[in-house]
């Protein structure tokens, strides 16, 4: 007797998990389009594992040591040129755009657009050029 | 061998073993600077010459400039960073006045650099100096040091920054020498442009090393300071006729 309803009370778990994920309840993150006709530094497997790390290593690179423009291959500055949002023009202002649909799905708190602006160079405010 | 001069010795040896392990740190800190055709080359020495004889009293278009080039605030308040200023001076004896734009002097021995305790304020291989804001936690020690007043801390947070500047809440600031020009390849700072489409020409910026340069070749032709040159800073930043 305990192990058949041990064994119904697992089968319902199982599908009541299963149930959930079929029907959407589990949130996931909107990855929205990147601007269309560009390819990515890197394919999109290795860059969702590994951006912040190339992140890092493109800051130094470019703070301290003056590599800018087309030497600085993971720059931050052109990935929001692509991935910037159609609608919102920004990869952090609402909740859906590039950056912050996976780390607010993933509850990491990044501090960059504090100082980075979130906007590509045509649309953020103040480019006179 | 005596207990006196047994101490000598080991004293000596250890002396010894300290110094390789420091030489070879700075050989690893050298060679982990990046060098050849991009980013900051080693062989330059950017710097800056004002001919204060043609700078006008009360023209402001090197601050403006640098403000709208950098994204600082257009309408400063008493506590808004401050990248570069004008002072007016007085000879009082005489009364002779002359007016200058202040700003970071880009010391080849920066105060700055040496009490921050981040490692945040630093020289590039180019002599440019400047603040990693990845590593400034705004314990404002810099603007204690900096003898010139060159740098600023920002107090409140910002929004809307120009993508080539990043700014923020925290940190402290200062000229950068538009390193975000520079290093592509853009031969002037926003402030020498302005002053040279005003049409005064009081500022040339250029490096220092190359015997070529407009800035190296004035500076072997007309008299120039340092400002403060007793702190023996070696600034990159050199003014005529004060």
Redesign the interface.
């Known amino acids: 007797m305990w192990r058949v309803l041990c064994s119904l009370v697992l089968a319902l778990c199982a599908a009541s998990a299963f149930a959930a994920d079929e029907s959407g309840r589990t949130p996931k993150p909107v990855i929205e389009r990147a601007l269309a006709g560009k390819t990515c530094v890197a394919d999109a497997a290795f860059m969702r594992r590994e951006h912040m790390n190339l992140l890092k290593h493109q800051r130094d690179d470019t703070v301290h040591g003056g590599i800018r423009g087309a030497n600085a291959k993971y720059s931050l500055k052109e990935c929001i040129e692509c991935h910037a949002s159609q609608k919102t023009a920004s990869v952090a202002k609402a909740e859906t755009n590039f950056c912050v649909s996976c780390h607010s799905y993933a509850a990491v708190k990044i501090d960059c657009f504090e100082c980075h602006t979130s906007k590509p160079r045509a649309l953020a405010q103040g480019v006179t050029k | 061998m005596s207990r006196r001069g047994f101490l000598g010795v080991a004293a000596a040896a250890i002396g010894g073993a300290m110094l390789a392990p420091g030489i070879q740190l700075i050989e690893i800190a050298r060679a982990a600077?990046?060098t050849g055709a991009?980013?900051?080359n080693p062989q330059v020495r950017w710097g800056m010459l004002i001919d204060t004889t043609k700078c006008a009293s009360g023209c402001t278009d090197c601050v403006t400039a640098c403000n709208?080039e950098n994204?600082l605030d257009p309408k400063p308040s008493p506590t808004s960073a401050q990248w570069i200023r004008k002072i007016e001076i007085k000879e009082i004896k005489t009364g002779r006045q002359a007016s200058a734009p202040v700003m970071c002097q880009h010391c080849a021995e920066p105060p700055c650099v040496d009490v921050c305790p981040t490692g945040a304020s630093?020289k590039?291989?180019?002599g440019i100096v400047?603040v990693?804001?990845?590593a400034c936690i705004g314990c404002r020690y810099c603007v204690m040091a900096c003898p010139y007043k060159a740098r600023s801390f920002v107090h409140e947070?910002?929004s809307?920054?120009?993508?080539?500047v990043?700014?923020?809440?925290g940190?402290v600031e200062g000229c950068t020498l538009c390193?975000?020009r520079?290093?592509?390849g853009n031969k002037t700072t926003a402030c020498a442009e302005a002053c040279s489409k005003a049409g005064h020409g009081a500022i040339v910026f250029g490096d220092l090393n190359d015997p070529q340069s407009e800035i190296a070749r004035r500076v072997r032709e007309i008299q120039t300071t340092q400002l403060r040159a007793d702190l023996k800073l070696d600034p990159g930043v050199r003014y005529h006729g004060l």
């Open positions: 600077t990046p991009t980013g900051a709208t994204g630093f590039r291989a180019d400047l990693d804001r990845h947070e910002l809307e920054q120009k993508p080539d990043p700014r923020g809440k940190c390193v975000h520079i290093d592509q």
